[in-house]
Nanobody
């Protein structure tokens, strides 16, 4: 069973950047598709980005496309989310997860994922 630990969150001003990391332990994730989601208290967890096992295919939510980049380093068993030009509406707890099902083309459903991390808080001030 994989354990995922997110890090890199923090407080940043609008227009700033953060790089989130998702480090896996317990087993390799090099053959797994992965995803990033975010959640605001009281709201549903929403899809941010997904990446194939090789890193060759990525998908993004419309709200972050062009600003966020998902990537992975399979040698380090780690997935990243580079977030640029951050906006106050990006404020949320960010989670990574291992994709276990392929019921949607882009991996946008939380039901497709397992082994969620504990999340890292991102706060963007205006």
């Amino acid at each position: 069973q994989a354990q995922l630990v997110e890090s890199g969150g923090g407080l940043v001003q609008a227009g700033g950047s953060l790089r989130l990391s998702c480090a896996a332990s317990g087993r390799t994730i090099s053959s797994d598709a992965m995803g990033w989601f975010r959640q605001v208290l009281g709201k549903e967890r929403e899809f941010v980005a997904s990446i194939s096992w090789s890193g060759g295919t990525t998908y993004y939510a419309a709200s972050v496309k062009g600003r966020f980049t998902i990537s992975r380093d399979n040698a380090k068993n780690t997935v990243y989310l580079q977030m640029n030009n951050l906006k106050p509406e990006d404020t949320a707890v960010y989670y990574c997860a291992v994709r276990r099902l392929f019921t949607t083309a882009q991996g946008t459903s939380v039901r497709e994922y397992d082994y969620w991390g504990q999340g890292t808080q991102v706060t963007v001030s205006s």
